[in-house]
């Protein structure tokens, strides 16, 4: 039986973000996966504000930002949090989740006087850093990773993610032991 190499294997490829991703996320992404998940980007039951939304597009956008290709926004990543998050994250894991958010969007209207999305992408990158380091007041402990995890899960499993930031060659072509790795643009996958 002849197999159509020029295809991704959906789930393989989810498979492999979920082994790339590791961590603390991986309970609530292994329970949609066993559960043959769709992964679409639309909450069956939404549940954030529009300031909820907007706070995780302004993160998720500084955790894989637009350059060369798209980002976050661009991925979809802010609906397949939510999605993720009103759908397989139980209560108390949503509420950490949620908890980080929270924290992230305070840190900066104590320290800039205005909500995360509406600051500078330095003073972003600022408070992301600290919720990284897990020195943000009142953010829940590994509620940062578990927030980084879904942005990346999300991407990678994005047709975005799968077809533009990553190039899909079944055979990537032939081995070159000396190739400069400067010419390098991207990365490929199989």
């Known amino acids: 039986m002849a197999h159509d190499h020029s295809r ?19 309970a609530p992404i292994a329970r949609a996966m066993q559960a043959g998940m769709d992964p679409g980007y639309t909450p069956a ?7 909820q939304r907007a706070l995780t597009a302004a993160v998720s956008e500084r955790i894989i930002p637009t350059t060369d290709t798209p980002g976050a926004i661009a991925a979809e990543v802010p609906a397949f949090i939510e999605m993720m998050l009103s759908e397989w994250y139980w209560p108390g894991e949503r509420d950490l989740v949620m908890g980080g958010l929270a924290a992230i969007d305070a840190a900066a209207r104590k320290t800039h006087g205005k909500p995360f999305a509406a600051i500078m992408s330095e003073q972003q990158d600022a408070i992301l850093t600290s919720a990284m380091n897990q020195t943000l007041p009142d953010a829940p402990a590994d509620s940062f990773e578990h927030l980084r995890q879904l942005v990346i899960f999300g991407y990678y499993s994005s047709e975005i993610g799968c077809t533009v930031e990553r190039v899909y060659l079944p055979v990537p072509g032939r081995y070159d032991g000396a190739y400069p790795y400067s010419e390098v643009n991207r990365v490929f996958s199989s």
């Open 8 to 26: 991704i294997d959906r789930r393989g490829l989810l498979t492999g973000i979920l082994a790339m991703v590791g961590g603390v996320a991986v």
């Open 45 to 51: 039951n939404p549940f954030m504000t529009a300031d």
